[in-house]
T-cell receptor, first 113, second 112 residues
C-alpha cells in the first residue's frame, strides 16, 4: 500500500513569508503527527492530530499551526518565517497515535533565506 | 515525563563486526519503545518496536533489541555489520501523550 506522502519535497522561502506543507497519511491511519528535524535540536514534536482534533502540541511558537481534514490529510503552516525555521519537516502517520508504530514520510526540506 | 538518552553520537565498526547502539529511557508508565533508521535525505524507517509482548524484539535487516526494565535500557544490536547499515539510528519512546520522543541519534559508520 502507498506510504506517507509529503509535498513538496523542497522549498525555499524568504524571511517573513509563510509556507504550507502537506501530508497524506497511509490509508486507514487517523493519526498524523509532525516533527521538525534540525542538526542542533534533533527531532522535535510539533503537534498531533487524530480525526481532525489536535490532541497534543509541542513547544513551538504560535507561528506554527496545523490542521487535519476529514480524509486524514494534514497540513502545517508556518507564518512569518525566520531563518531558524530552516529544517526538515517530517510527517508521521499511525493508526491511533502514541504507542502504535508511526510511519514517516520523506519530509519537506524548508530553507529560509 | 518520558525521555530517551542515546549514548554515543557516533559509532564506528568494521564490516562484519557486532553493532551495539545504546538507548536508555525514562518513563513513569510502561513504555512503547522503537528504533528507527534514517538514511541521508530520507524520512525515518521503523526497525523494530517493543510493546511488552516479548523482551527480545527482532526487527528488519537483522537487527534486534532487548528490553531490560531493571536497567531501563533498549539497546539495538546486529551480529554482523554490513556497509549498507551506515545511517543514523534513533531510539524513541511513546505512551499516552500521542507523541514520540526521540533520542538525539547515533550515526553509525561501517568501515571496510
Amino acid at each position: 500500500k502507498a506510504g506517507v506522502t509529503q509535498t513538496p519535497r523542497y522549498l525555499i522561502k524568504t524571511r517573513g513569508q509563510q509556507v504550507t506543507l502537506s501530508c497524506s497519511p497511509i490509508s486507514g491511519h487517523r493519526s498524523v503527527s509532525w516533527y521538525q528535524q534540525t542538526p542542533g535540536q534533533g527531532l522535535q514534536f510539533l503537534f498531533e492530530y487524530f480525526s481532525e482534533t489536535q490532541r497534543n502540541k509541542g513547544n513551538f511558537p504560535g507561528r506554527f499551526s496545523g490542521r487535519q481534514f476529514s480524509n486524514s490529510r494534514s497540513e502545517m503552516n508556518v507564518s512569518t518565517l525566520e531563518l531558524g525555521d530552516s529544517a526538515l519537516y517530517l510527517c508521521a502517520s499511525s493508526l491511533q497515535g502514541g504507542g502504535t508504530e508511526a510511519f514517516f514520510g520523506q519530509g519537506t526540506r524548508l530553507t529560509v533565506v | 515525563a518520558q525521555s530517551v538518552t542515546q549514548l554515543g553520537s557516533h559509532v564506528s565498526v568494521s564490516e562484519g563486526a557486532l553493532v551495539l547502539l545504546r538507548c536508555n529511557y525514562s518513563s513513569s508508565v510502561p513504555p512503547y519503545l522503537f528504533w528507527y533508521v534514517q538514511y541521508p535525505n530520507q524520512g525515518l524507517q521503523l526497525l523494530l518496536k517493543y510493546t511488552s509482548a516479548a523482551t527480545l524484539v527482532k526487527g528488519i535487516n537483522g537487527f534486534e533489541a532487548e528490553f531490560k526494565k531493571s536497567e531501563t535500557s533498549f539497546h539495538l544490536t546486529k551480529p554482523s555489520a554490513h556497509m549498507s547499515d551506515a545511517a543514523e539510528y534513533f531510539c524513541a519512546v511513546s505512551g499516552r501523550t500521542y507523541k514520540y520522543i526521540f533520542g538525539t541519534g547515533t550515526r553509525l559508520k561501517v568501515l571496510a
